[in-house]
């Protein structure tokens, strides 16, 4: 179990904008940083980042919290996880409450747990086999090295070799103590029937471990390196519980931050690609590993940048292949350029043989728009066949369906004067293609109505929503007020007219105990609990302390006091300005609790109304008598203050 102490540095060390902003590409927004929500599709940013407060708050999903939860949300860490990657992130060394486990808590790791850690140790085994063994160096890391591959480059990607011997790993991790089963669901191992000791999957292959977003081991992709057998040149991981080769870019975590930096993602087919361009200093690199692009791979690049430009081998049926992969990237938003290598390169083998800058001016200098990129390949290839040539043009305006009406026109007065296709003839097909895309739009809604089975719908009255609702709203605020601002300041008089000081926290929790008022909500009768523990060690607990609570509803909770929907815009380019809360907490905290107060005294009234109608007490209708008169009494207060 990780320790208070460490805990408490991880948080005082790392820094919110910087977690957030290896995952979403973040601009400044007046002390604030924005961006796309990486939760929810939108194209007005309003996923907002608190460097002061060290926060983070997602208004088109209502997530929010610190660093650490959205690790946990955007990763599926539980917390220790979290504080362990985030400690890994700023060199902070985890002690532990208890570092030995028993028998009973190693059982009760999860399984997914259990599977990252024979991923890691398995990673760990490969690497050790290349760099500290004779096979190793002598077949393997002479491979990476006739690759012109510098030490370093292979230890950036913790590239490896599975020995000869058929069962080294799975032999080995056996020994360790990791059980058959967990060996078989990794896809490390495999246990045939003629071979009951296991055989390692990846053996006698140099080793590509395949990383997260975050950089932990989700499965290898293996070359062999002997020409004379027949099998696959290259294997990868199977599908497990924590790897889906639909979710992952072949080095991405490596390539992020130069990816959010330049604004830019350059997009590969294979590993080799991906090493050799880091090798010669070009990082904002990915690769789809060989497969068609899915719309998960799309959304990780989305976060960092909306602007990728893929680079070819010259390989026409290569590239014709990867053009509906390309309309998926479209219809995501992103801006697509493309670049061709001259014959018989490929990235690899160009950015080994030439200098960074050479190849950096190549790309920029080649890299042609999608869209003028396709219609030159396409029409190239059917000029002779007005049949194919029609369908070329009907496949270049299904690409440029995904523009907007501005872009449309645009390109469509550039591929006439290029190609020579009227624009009246682009126009028709668009409109047919948009005919047929509404026709499979109003099937797939008439599907969902028919799917959807009819609800009993509950009929509340408004009288009964109103009489809770208020109360419950009012309650927020002053949860919201405790957390916010809740070691502020307040100075107040006695009846006497003494004066004397407290803070928003205790004239609050005076407030809800003199009323002896249970609240509506069980997070806010949590937060509550909580506080009053503080009163009671002399400890005003308040943001700081609910922001690394246990809890992430709490914790999102907390997020949403610290930032409110306003700070998504800056309201002063339009000269409005507003007061700052803090310059009228004096104020809000009277108001709130006085309009609690009332409330509260109504929904009584309310619920003694009801009691009479079954027992009619001349006690009850006395109290009744005596409530309305208190309201009457906050009423008048209420006026005054406004």
Request: proline share 3%.
């Amino acid at each position: 179990m990780i320790s208070q102490k460490t805990i408490d540095k991880i948080f005082s060390t790392i820094r919110v904008e910087e977690i957030i902003g290896e995952y979403v590409q973040l601009k400044r927004a007046g002390s604030n940083f924005k961006g796309l929500s990486p939760f929810h599709e939108e194209k007005t940013p309003s996923f907002v980042v608190s460097p002061s407060k060290q926060i983070w708050k997602d208004f088109s999903s209502g997530k929010g919290g610190t660093a650490i939860t959205f690790l946990m949300e955007i990763e599926g860490f539980t917390y220790p996880e979290a504080l362990r990657h985030a400690a890994k992130k700023y060199g902070i060394e985890i002690e532990e409450d208890q570092v030995e486990y028993s028998e009973e808590q190693k059982k009760a790791q999860s399984e997914r747990e259990i599977l990252y850690k024979i991923h890691e140790v398995a990673n760990t085994f490969f690497q050790e086999n290349l760099w500290e063994t004779e096979e190793g160096k002598t077949i393997a890391l002479s491979y990476f090295k006739e690759r012109e591959l510098h030490d370093d480059i292979i230890k950036k990607f913790q590239l490896g070799y599975s020995p000869e011997k058929k069962n080294a790993f799975t032999e080995y991790a056996l020994a360790k103590g990791y059980e058959k089963e967990i060996l078989e669901k990794s896809g490390i191992s495999i246990f045939p029937e003629n071979s009951p000791s296991g055989i390692d999957r990846f053996r006698d292959r140099v080793i590509f471990p395949i990383h997260s977003f975050s950089g932990r081991v989700l499965g290898f992709g293996a070359r062999i390196l002997k020409s004379n057998v027949k099998t696959a040149k290259y294997l990868n991981s199977p599908e497990t519980e924590i790897y889906h080769k639909s979710n992952v870019l072949y080095g991405l975590n490596q390539s992020k931050q130069a990816i959010s930096r330049e604004n830019l993602c350059l997009l590969v087919e294979g590993y080799m690609d991906v090493i050799s361009l880091h090798q010669s200093g070009i990082e904002n690199v990915v690769a789809s590993s060989g497969t068609a692009l899915t719309t998960e791979q799309i959304k990780l690049i989305k976060r960092l940048t909306e602007n990728v430009t893929i680079l070819f081998d010259g390989d026409a049926a290569g590239i014709k292949a990867s053009f509906r992969s390309i309309d998926m990237l479209l219809s995501e938003g992103m801006n697509i350029r493309v670049v061709l290598f001259p014959d018989g390169d490929d990235p690899d083998s160009f950015a080994r043989k030439n200098p960074r800058d050479f190849v950096e001016d190549f790309i920029k200098n080649q890299a042609k728009d999608f869209v003028i990129f396709k219609a030159e390949t396409l029409l190239k290839e059917t000029e002779n066949d007005p049949i194919k040539r029609a369908e070329s043009i009907r496949d270049i305006v299904k690409s440029l369906s995904y523009y907007s009406e501005l872009k449309k026109d645009v390109y469509f007065r550039e591929i006439q004067t290029r190609f020579g296709i009227k624009e009246e003839s682009l126009f028709n097909e668009l409109s047919i293609l948009n005919q047929i895309k509404k026709h499979e739009e109003e099937k797939q809604f008439q599907k969902s109505l028919n799917k959807v089975k009819p609800t009993k719908l509950e009929v509340v009255s408004d009288a009964e929503f109103i009489s809770k609702n208020p109360l419950l709203v009012l309650e927020e605020k002053l949860v919201e007020l405790m957390l916010k601002f809740g070691q502020f300041k307040l100075f107040r008089k006695t009846p006497d007219n003494e004066n004397y000081e407290t803070t928003v926290i205790e004239e609050i929790i005076n407030h809800l105990e003199e009323d002896q008022y249970q609240p509506i909500s069980p997070l806010n009768q949590k937060i509550i609990e909580e506080i009053k523990a503080g009163i009671q060690q002399n400890e005003l607990r308040s943001s700081d302390f609910f922001i690394t609570f246990m809890d992430e509803e709490v914790v999102t909770k907390t997020a949403d006091a610290l930032i409110n929907a306003h700070e998504t815009s800056n309201w002063e380019k339009h000269n409005i300005y507003f007061s700052k809360e803090e310059e009228l907490v004096d104020k809000i905290v009277k108001d709130v609790i006085i309009r609690h107060k009332r409330e509260f005294v109504v929904k009584i009234i309310n619920d003694l109304k009801h009691q009479i109608s079954e027992e009619n007490s001349a006690e009850t209708y006395l109290k009744i008598i005596n409530l309305t008169k208190l309201k009457n009494k906050i009423d008048e207060n209420l006026f005054r203050i406004l």
